[in-house]
T-cell receptor
Framework: GENVEQHPSTLSVQEGDSAVIKCTYS??????FPWYKQELGKGPQLIID?????GEKKDQRIAVTLNKTAKHFSLHITETQPEDSAVYFC????????????FGTGTRLQVFP | ETGVTQSPTHLIKTRGQQVTLRCSSQ?????VSWYQQALGQGPQFIFQ???????GRGNFPPRFSGLQFPNYSSELNVNALELDDSALYLC???????????FGQGTRLTVV
């Protein structure tokens, strides 16, 4: 079945630096790739997503890139702030299923002031 | 706030017991999905309900079952609880296909 691998599992950066999280998926039929931020005691919150017909998408300090040939996608956060500290999950799904998601194992991002 | 509420927030059950978890979807959302998130792991898809019918299921045994009601609220039922069922259970609701799904805050289930 579909599998999503995510690296690194933990990431520590200084405030103002950039952070990059990478994911690899196995099912070539996947075409929807969201990224979620989960803070302690809360459910995952969608921060950005990309579909297979697009190679890159940007929203202010957050960007996602997709390489369908290599089956990997990445989250880039620039000018990190302490409030960016959280666990980040990548996910993948087929078709228009924004909610039948296969999640990665998560990356704990710590931004130090 | 996402408008998706789950109850209870925490509960403790004994191995072998049964449990019912509840989810109130965001207004106008007719599709709900349930996920199990073990500690330190990503959420795993359990099943989805659309207009009161199961519409896809992940790799979970039949003792995990669900219901969706006409007002689009839903339940997750787990029979014969096992220690490994201890996890955060999340529901996510959405409206039209191809639109964002919103997660609730989850129910933390501990099986002892």
């Amino acid at each position: 079945g579909e599998n999503v691998e995510q690296h690194p599992s933990t990431l520590s950066v200084q405030e103002g630096d950039s952070a990059v999280i990478k994911c690899t998926y196995s099912d070539s039929a996947s075409n929807y790739f969201p990224w979620y931020k989960q803070e302690l005691g809360k459910g995952p919150q969608l921060i950005i997503d990309i579909r297979s017909n697009v190679g890159e998408k940007k929203d202010q300090r957050i960007a996602v890139t997709l390489n369908k040939t290599a089956k990997h996608f990445s989250l880039h956060i620039t000018e990190t702030q302490p409030e960016d500290s959280a666990v980040y999950f990548c996910a993948a799904s087929k078709g228009y299923n924004t909610d039948k998601l296969i999640f990665g194992t998560g990356t704990r991002l710590q931004v130090f002031p | 706030e996402t408008g998706v509420t789950q109850s209870p927030t925490h509960l403790i059950k004994t191995r072998g017991q049964q449990v019912t978890l509840r989810c109130s979807s965001q207004s106008g959302h007719n599709t709900v999905s349930w996920y199990q998130q073990a500690l330190g792991q990503g959420p795993q898809f359990i099943f989805q309900y659309y207009r009161e019918e199961e519409n896809g299921r992940g790799n979970f045994p039949p003792r995990f079952s669900g219901l969706q009601f006409p007002n689009y609220s839903s339940e997750l039922n787990v029979n014969a609880l096992e220690l490994d069922d201890s996890a955060l259970y999340l529901c996510a609701s959405r409206g039209r296909e191809n639109t964002e799904a919103f997660f609730g805050q989850g129910t933390r289930l501990t099986v002892v």
